[in-house]
């Protein structure tokens, strides 16, 4: 004999509320939970679960900072954070260490100078003897894109464009392209904003874009043809300054690929999850965004 029970009508409001206080199976974290987990109470950041109880990284921290900016919240203890970037300026050198006390190099001052910047904590001196710093000793093509990528917000200085211009297309394939096998992806688009940035009238091709795309919706590492996030955070950075919202979009479903369940993101997939890799993840889904602004 079948049992009946009586119908009970549940409002739509408690519906969605029993789903998200008893959701079946473990809730993924949020990424903002997983930057927290990483966050130093002595200030800064570590850059990954493994390197706790370890100095905070400037890096780390400047990551952090952009991802609370750009999910549009405020980063929490923004005072002793801003602390820990400005110890790791080295008046000597003029210039910004990972880590208080470090070895300071063109790379790492550019992402100081920018995190600073990015929070508005960036003092006239250090700016003027940090854009010094980086005219003085960048040299090779990575400490030149670094470089750029601060300057292009800052007056433009024709010279030292010019100058860095002339270094990268010394550099280039016949066809415009850079690098070569499977770090061509990641070398053009590297090469190509960093002659946006200096203001070099570069052409957009869209179909040479396209040919970079592997099946995975990513594209190649710097020496393997799996898809990696700072790959796919180099391409997309491109895309986003030709405006191509379209090729943005297709990258979507690679990123997702990396997300893991503590909120954060792995530089592949399956990885465990980095600091790094949750902000390369962040900004192209932002990037992706129609709505979203610079």
């Known amino acids: 004999m079948l049992m009946k029970f009586p119908l009970v009508f549940v409002h739509p409001i408690i519906l969605v509320l029993l789903i998200f206080c008893f959701p079946i199976g473990a809730q993924e974290l949020s990424s903002l939970k997983y930057v927290d987990s990483l966050e130093n109470p002595s200030g800064g950041y570590w850059a990954n679960l493994g390197a706790k109880g370890k100095s905070s990284s400037l890096r780390a921290t400047v990551a952090a900072l952009r991802v609370y900016k750009y999910e549009g919240k405020a980063l929490p203890n923004f005072e002793k954070h801003c602390d820990f970037v400005l110890s790791c300026w080295n008046e000597k050198d003029k210039g910004f260490a990972d880590f208080p006390g470090g070895p300071t190099d063109a790379i790492l001052t550019a992402v100081g100078l920018m995190g600073a910047r990015d929070g508005a ?35 433009h200085d024709a010279k030292i464009a010019a100058s860095w211009q002339k270094t990268i297309l010394s550099r280039a394939n016949k066809d415009g392209t850079f690098g070569s096998g499977f770090s061509k992806p ?3 688009a590297s090469a190509w904003v960093t002659l946006l940035r200096l203001q070099f009238p570069l052409k957009y ?26 790959t796919a955070y180099r391409v997309s ?23 893991n369940e503590d909120g954060g993101y792995g530089p ?12 390369h993840a962040i900004i192209i889904k932002k990037w992706a965004d129609p709505l979203f602004q610079k």
């Open 121 to 155: 904590f960036l003092t006239d001196e250090k700016r003027t003897s940090g854009r010094k710093y980086l005219v003085e000793k960048a040299r090779s093509f990575e400490e030149i894109r670094m470089a750029s990528a601060f300057l292009a917000d800052e007056p």
């Open 186 to 188: 990641r070398d053009s």
């Open 205 to 230: 091709d869209s179909q040479l874009a396209k040919d970079f795309r592997m099946k995975d919706g990513g594209f190649g590492s710097e020496n393997s043809d799996q898809s990696d996030l700072e």
């Open 237 to 259: 950075r491109y895309f986003h300054m030709v405006k191509d919202q379209k090729m943005l979009r297709n990258t979507l479903g690679f990123i997702e690929t990396c997300k």
């Open 268 to 279: 592949r997939p399956g990885e465990k999850s980095s600091l790094g890799s949750t902000y």
